[in-house]
């Protein structure tokens, strides 16, 4: 059993790639929803679009498309390998149609993927956590996350963290399953076990 923790930014240094600052057009007030697991639900358009902005000129596609808001931006084949591991997952599948830098409709083959709700599963001792000096209980970021081996044995193959729902982790399955399918623009970093210490 092991995890590892998803990098919503992709390779940021790749700049033909396409990469994403906005959320969907129209409902960018909401775009919290998405951060931290709550379904947007009827306040998500029909004809949901995301612009490509100026800043970004790349427009190579990719399985995950790069983005600063902290989504899983989804190709086709990415949400499949979702689909495959994680049906008993409650997950939120939001299609867009992607605009490229001139307004013109570049892609229907993307959605973003939002899991409902967070996963108790962090060593709080363990973990490098920069707390709140004022609010002492809130924690301001997590430096390196180090997850609690029994509280993971329940684990999905696809959560965010309870301390940092933008977190999104995925288990040795789904990550194998990626890898056969050769999603590319994904990236991830192995957390590390309490007892690995």
């Known amino acids: 059993m092991s995890f590892r923790e998803l990098d919503t930014m992709g390779d940021i240094n790749n700049l033909d790639l396409c990469y994403l600052d906005d959320f969907v057009e129209g409902i960018k007030i909401q ?3 998405v951060g931290r ?98 609010k002492p209980d ?14 993971t044995r329940a684990a999905p193959q696809l959560f965010r963290l309870k301390e940092s729902p933008h977190t999104y982790v995925v288990g040795l399955d789904l990550a194998k399953e990626m890898q056969q399918r050769k999603l590319t623009n994904v990236f991830w970093t192995r957390l590390r076990f309490n007892d690995e210490l």
């Open 37 to 134: 697991g709550v379904r947007v639900g009827e306040l998500y358009p029909e004809d949901a679009k995301i612009l490509m902005r100026p800043e970004n000129p790349g427009v190579q596609l990719s399985s995950l498309l790069g983005n600063s808001e902290s989504m899983l931006v989804a190709s086709r084949d990415f949400r499949e390998a979702i689909e495959k591991l994680c049906a008993n997952v409650e997950i939120e599948y939001l299609p867009f149609t992607l605009h490229d830098h001139h307004k013109r409709p570049y892609s229907r083959d993307y959605c973003i993927i939002n899991p409902i709700g967070t996963f108790d599963c962090l060593d709080l001792k363990a973990s490098d956590i920069v707390w709140d000096t004022e």
């Open 138 to 151: 809130n924690i301001l970021r997590i430096e390196e996350a180090v997850l609690d081996r029994e509280k």
């Open 31 to 33: 775009s919290w929803r």
